[in-house]
């Protein structure tokens, strides 16, 4: 039954947005992490999604969301001079991850949104699909 | 003689079918509201049944009232949203539109749904010939 390519659909898009919500955890969690070199601080992540490309050269099939893949920002991670800080390098530096805590509350609310239309879309369809099972009866 | 399912049901399940379909779409729009360069698609029922109409293929239509033979229907055109306000990343979807269209898609669904219901109680009902 083709109707059920609709709960893939959403599920897919929850799927993606868990994986948003997760990173967004992960960065939050790891806003204060400090490290004492440019190379082990953390760097925010950030997923990449994509429509689902099989789907989308047939032009009139739908498209569910896919996750190509986590990157790392590349913005600089933040240098503080700290010389009593037990993680200093020799020159007195400590290094603190690229996470701008505010871009990522503000991402944390798009994704729960998004999650949530998800569900919404599932319950609907799911009635749906009840009330068709019902028919006739 | 026997009672030919398809005319005693008429146009509904064709409808239903095409409804399930807007309803997949209209799902895959809202699953990638934050994809970027992702295209709101939707399917577009007045152009393809005017479309059909002129063409004249399957049933005649010799009046503006009349509707076009139900098969045709289900040739229906996907076709790319045009957005009020399209966002920085190409991205097309605007959710609350999306959620709208949705909705009323769940509805004519369900209306869909009641007219075969109501379909069946009627040959219910001849069948019985209480």
């Known amino acids: ?109 798009s994704a729960s949104r998004a999650y949530e239309n998800s569900v919404e879309v599932l319950n609907t369809a799911k009635n749906l699909m009840l009330q068709t099972l019902k028919m006739g009866q | 003689m026997a009672i030919n399912f398809e005319r005693a049901l008429g146009i509904h399940p064709n409808a239903l079918i095409l409804r399930e379909k807007r309803g997949e779409l209209l799902a895959a729009n809202l699953a990638n509201a934050d994809t970027p360069d992702y295209k709101a698609r939707d399917l577009d029922f007045k152009s393809v049944l005017a479309q059909k109409m002129a063409s004249q293929s399957g049933l005649k239509t010799s009046h503006q009232g009349h509707l076009a033979s139900p098969t045709t229907l289900l040739g229906a055109d996907v076709k790319y949203r045009n957005p009020n306000q399209a966002s920085l990343d190409g991205n097309t979807v605007e959710e609350h539109i999306e959620q709208a269209k949705y909705a009323e898609n769940a509805v004519q669904y369900q209306a869909s749904l009641r007219f075969i219901e109501g379909k069946f109680s009627g040959l219910m009902t001849a069948l019985r010939g209480e």
């Open chain 1, 1 to 109: 039954m083709s109707a059920l390519h609709i709960f893939d659909i959403a599920g897919s898009g929850m799927k993606a947005q868990n994986l948003r919500l997760n990173l967004v955890a992960s960065n939050i969690a790891n806003a204060n992490s400090v490290s004492s070199s440019l190379g082990q601080v953390y760097k925010s992540r950030q997923p990449v999604f994509a429509a689902e490309l099989n789907n989308l050269l047939d032009k009139n099939k739908a498209a569910g969301v896919d996750v190509l893949g986590v990157v790392e920002s590349q913005a600089p991670p933040v240098m503080e001079y700290a010389p009593n800080h037990p993680m200093a390098d020799e020159l007195g530096y400590i290094y603190k991850p690229n996470v701008n805590t505010v871009e990522e509350m503000a991402n944390m609310m």
